[in-house]
Nanobody
Framework: QVQLVEFGGGLVQAGGSLRLSCTAS????????MGWYRQAPGKQRELVST???????NYADSVKGRFTISRDNDENTVYLQMNSLKPEDTAVYYC?????????WGQGTQVTVSS
């Protein structure tokens, strides 16, 4: 199994920045894909960004150029740097880890962007 612990959510004004972190309970070298999803009130959960074990990254069109996913292998941590935040980025953000054919989810962290 993989346990994921997230930090970094909060309240920020539009145009501001936040950095989310997600620490895994096992080496991220062993995890095929780590990612971030989000779910806004009344909306379906959507993919924000992914980072594969081979080093490839992927972003939703709505966050390209504003969000950056990165990882610290020594700390088994994946980060999501969010810049130029917009009110429509308001959501609960979830970290995920695809390991051994199972997708594990973090507990979620609230990000609120005020206009």
């Amino acid at each position: 199994q993989v346990q994921l612990v997230e930090f970094g959510g909060g309240l920020v004004q539009a145009g501001g920045s936040l950095r989310l972190s997600c620490t895994a309970s096992r080496s991220i070298f062993s995890i095929n894909v780590m990612g971030w999803y989000r779910q806004a009130p009344g909306k379906q959960r959507e993919l924000v960004s992914t980072f594969t074990a081979s080093g490839s990254t992927n972003y939703a069109d709505s966050v390209k150029g504003r969000f950056t996913i990165s990882r610290d292998n020594d700390e088994n941590t994946v980060y999501l740097q969010m810049n130029s935040l917009k009110p429509e980025d308001t959501a609960v953000y979830y970290c995920t880890a695809d390991w051994n054919y199972v997708r594990y989810w973090g507990q979620g962290t609230q990000v609120t962007v005020s206009s």
